[in-house]
């Protein structure tokens, strides 16, 4: 069977046969399939065993000590984690947050829904190519900031921000949590908690090749407290309470080990790749390029182009190419990026704006195919449309 | 979004589309490429029937295989004030979502501008194109 080529690695990635084989073993009767939170007995102690493993193997590929991750469903109920629980532990310290127009929606609606229980929310905007300046940071924080909350690598345009100088911002102010949604940094770019000085990092294993419904969330030790939002077992350091899914975590840590272990060859190869394929489509005319290219990520390339209608430009690439409007957790909702309008683009070219996302499995042969395709989508819809 | 069979392939093709030249042309056009949708058909008509049409049309795939639809099916029938079918017709022959009936109508409004043309003209008021 056909099937398009796969250019959507920024909304998920395929599970590593290596990490499916760690999960499979998880699962069966003669595998570690115990409840980890069982003493007492060997089965429970083996899944365990596993979990610890798991953690360990995500805290090293983060520069992160083991006992600083907490698991988590995703990286969505991290970041609700991250920001209901500070909110909450901190709220006597105060009520005011800062954040940006261009953080996962995952983000925005915790605190949209933080400022409907009256607290207030700074929302930063980007310059054009999508960079919040660190300075924006300090100028916005109040003497009753609580939380900070700044995405590490854009999941629509691949910019990285500058984490390590906000924290440096952040440290000076002692009731201000930095929180960073890092679900697109790994396998992409270096990721140090420790070093970058951070209080909170969210994690995602499907993009990195792992499953989906396990994630994590960073707690650096020195002196965060959450308050915990759901109750019932004590599990995690009691920040989240729930029986913990040993295959998906054993999965989580076997796809963090093998993002870890990539060559830095793999990053100059998807660079390649990536450059390949903006000189294919600049070459169409009239194609923008979306985000600041010095400071991005080489796994994902966001472009606008004129004259071509934004519906029409998907479905005629769509049996060819897999590829995305913006986010894959908004593109449903079919509304233009809020992401690519908070960098000034116009409705219009929001609409018709594409996000390629490279991934392991990327070969020169797709960048090809995805040019061709598109070129062809780009004049058939121009002449229709008579431009 | 999925599209029909019969969309798919009206979209695909978009056979007609293009502009006409010559005597007998008559031009209408409705929307806005600002607000996301702009058609524009050409006729040619002589003794009060099609003789060819061409649309031209930045707008969803919808609107572009309705457009292109009406394009092929309007030729050789007479240059009258409505297009070959309703749109309640076209939307369910196109299996149109309900929220987008409205492009249809825009289908619609650059049909009847086109067919005014022709009729303004052919009555001696204005010139072709």
Redesign the interface.
Request: aromatic content about 0%; hydrophobic content about 25%; proline content about 0%.
């Given at each position: 069977m056909h099937r398009p080529v796969y250019l959507d690695h920024a909304a998920t990635t395929p599970v590593d046969p290596r990490v499916a084989a760690r999960m499979a073993q998880c699962l069966a009767a003669d595998g570690e399939f115990g409840n980890p939170g069982s003493s007492s007995h060997d089965y429970g102690d083996a899944a365990r065993v596993v979990v610890e493993e798991a953690r360990a193997q995500v805290a090293a590929a983060v520069g992160a000590m083991a006992c600083e991750v907490v698991w988590t469903s995703g990286a969505t109920e991290a970041n609700n984690l991250a920001i209901f629980g500070v909110a909450h532990y901190y709220r006597d310290y105060g009520r005011h947050i800062v954040t940006a127009r261009t953080e996962h929606s995952a983000v925005l609606d915790p605190c949209r829904e933080l400022e409907r229980r009256g607290w207030r929310v700074t929302y930063l905007t980007p310059d054009r190519g999508g960079i919040i300046d660190p300075a924006q940071v300090a100028g916005a924080l109040q003497a009753d900031t609580v939380l900070v909350s700044i995405m590490h690598v854009n999941n629509e345009i691949g910019v990285i921000q500058d984490i390590a100088a906000m924290a440096a911002i952040c440290a000076r102010h002692p009731h201000t949590r930095l929180h960073v949604d890092a679900a697109q940094s790994v396998g992409k770019c270096g990721v140090d908690f420790s070093r970058l000085g951070v209080d909170l990092m969210t994690l995602s294993a499907h993009k990195v090749y792992g499953p989906k419904g396990v994630g994590a969330l960073l707690v650096s030790r020195r002196g965060v407290q959450l308050s915990a939002l759901q109750f019932g077992g004590g599990q995690e350091r009691t920040l989240r309470a729930g029986t913990v899914a040993t295959h998906q975590v054993a999965g989580m840590g076997t796809a963090f080990a093998l993002a870890a272990a990539l060559p830095q060859s793999e990053g100059e190869r998807v660079a390649s790749l990536r450059e390949r394929l903006w000189q294919g489509l600049a070459a169409l005319g009239g194609v923008l390029r979306n985000g600041d290219v010095d400071r991005s990520v080489p796994q994902l390339l966001n472009v606008s182009f004129e004259?071509v209608?934004g519906?029409?430009l998907l479905?005629?690439v769509r049996p060819h190419l897999a590829v995305s409007t913006g986010s894959a957790c908004t593109s449903a909702s079919?509304e233009p990026s809020y992401v690519l309008r908070a960098l000034g683009r116009s409705e219009?070219l929001c609409?018709s704006s594409l996000r390629f996302g490279l991934g392991r499995g990327t070969c020169e042969r797709d960048i090809d195919t995805a040019v061709a395709v598109l070129g062809h989508a780009v004049s058939?819809l121009r002449?229709?449309?008579?431009? | 979004m999925n599209y029909s069979a019969l969309t798919r392939r009206y979209f695909d093709a978009a056979v007609n589309a293009g502009v006409l030249t010559g005597a007998d042309i008559f031009r209408g056009a409705a929307g806005s490429r600002a607000q996301g949708t702009w058609v524009q058909f050409d006729v040619q008509v002589n003794s009060g029937i099609i003789r060819a049409a061409r649309f031209l049309a930045f707008a969803c795939p919808h609107t572009i295989a309705v457009s292109a639809w009406t394009a092929e099916n309007a030729v050789g029938g007479p240059a009258r004030a409505a297009l070959p079918e309703s749109v309640q017709a076209l939307s369910e022959r196109f299996a149109v979502p309900a929220p987008k009936l409205g492009r249809l109508l825009i289908v619609e409004d650059a049909w009847l501008a086109t067919m005014q043309a022709a009729a303004a003209a052919i009555a001696g008021q204005h010139g072709t194109l």
């Open positions: 004259d209608e519906e029409s479905a005629a079919q219009r609409e058939h002449r229709v449309g008579g431009a | -």
